[in-house]
């Protein structure tokens, strides 16, 4: 299994992004993926996730401002983030999750900053 993670960068704060995972060597539409960030010094903590049936999930603190989507044509999962803040500042994960078995992917760095 490997998820490729694109999309990373720097950008001013009230700034988008988007980034890209695309899987391969599973049955990608069966999985649950998700989006995972660390921030320097602070846990890694799960961002947002979408099920096989396309039921989303966010943390508080990105409510409206990020959006996941998946493409199960693509083997892939994007997440939008709009409105960005200096505090989404963190290298961002990939993962799938499927009962007990997960993989992650290699991680994305996003910096928001002035």
């Known amino acids: 299994v490997q998820l490729q993670a694109s999309g990373g960068g720097t950008v001013q704060p009230g700034g988008s992004l988007r980034l890209s995972c695309a899987a391969s060597g599973l049955g990608f539409s069966i999985w649950t993926v998700a989006w995972y960030r660390q921030a320097p010094g602070k846990q890694r903590e799960l961002v947002s996730s979408?099920?096989?049936?396309?039921?989303?999930n966010y943390i508080d603190s990105v409510k409206g401002r990020f959006t996941i989507t998946r493409d199960n044509t693509k083997n892939t999962v994007d997440l939008q983030m709009n409105s960005l803040k200096p505090e989404d500042t963190a290298v961002y994960y990939c993962?799938?999750?499927?009962?007990?078995?997960?993989?992650w992917g290699q991680g994305t760095l996003v910096t928001v900053s002035s």
């Open positions: 979408i099920t096989r049936d396309g039921t989303t």
């Open positions: 993962n799938v999750r499927l009962y007990v078995r997960q993989y």
